[in-house]
């Protein structure tokens, strides 16, 4: 069995920071993409940032310079450093992960979700 479990999310003020991480643990081979989604109440479930193993990153237009995603390929883990939040970033943030399972092959997986909320 593979978990990703989260941590990191709360409550804030508008223009305060907050840091996300994921850990994978279980039967794991190997990690390959990373990642942090997000979904607001009533909207979908939105891409926030990708990370591939080699520490390739990929921002939503929407958090470019002000969310930072890293990872610690030694813990399996990912982060997701958010400053100058706003309101809207108000939602449940959700980790994703390719991992490869040994003796299984490639699997997706999610996190159970963190609750970020941004008052103003």
């Known amino acids: 069995q593979v978990q990703l479990v989260e941590s990191g999310g709360g409550l804030v003020q508008a223009g305060g920071s907050l840091r996300l991480s994921c850990a994978a643990s279980g039967s794991i081979f190997s990690v390959n993409d990373m990642g942090w989604y997000r979904q607001a109440p009533g909207k979908q479930r939105e891409l926030v940032a990708t990370?591939?193993?080699?520490?390739?990153?990929h921002h939503a237009d929407s958090v470019k310079g002000r969310f930072t995603i890293s990872r610690d390929n030694a813990k399996n883990t990912v982060y997701l450093q958010m400053n100058s939040l706003k309101p809207e970033d108000t939602a449940v943030y959700y980790c994703?992960?390719?991992?490869?399972?040994?003796?299984?092959?490639?699997?997706?997986?999610w996190g159970q979700g963190t609750q970020v909320t941004v008052s103003s």
């Open positions: 990370i591939t193993s080699g520490g390739t990153t």
């Open positions: 994703n992960a390719d991992i490869w399972r040994s003796g299984y092959g490639f699997f997706n997986y």
